[in-house]
């Protein structure tokens, strides 16, 4: 079993950078390939970011490309996600999870672990 932690999240105003991070344990990371999701209220879960084993590949929803980047230190079993420009949109509850597998999915049924999440605020 793999436990996921996220940390990092906050209120911030419009503009501002934040970056999450997911600490891992119970398992070795490299063995997983990870993804961030965000739900806001009332709404439903979405995809933000995803990056596969070994960090060489990636992928952004659309709606975060060009300001957010995800990336992961395997000997740190981490996995982070760095927000700039945030916008009020962006305001949700950011998850974590990982998946045993060599590439991310956007789809969050496929991932086996996820953490509780963190949420994040922005204010205009």
Known sequence: QV???ESGGGLVQAGASL?????ASGGTLSNYAAGW???APGQEREFVAGINRSGGSTSYADFVKGRFTISRDNAKNTVYLQMN???TEDTAVYSCAVRRDTWSSTAGSLYHYWGQGTQVTVSS
Do not use: H, I
């Not at 970056?19 to 600490?23: I, K, P, Y």
């Open 85 to 87: 420009s945030l916008k």
């Open 37 to 39: 999701f965000r739900q």
């Open 3 to 5: 436990q996921l932690v």
């Open 19 to 23: 970056r999450l991070s997911c600490a």
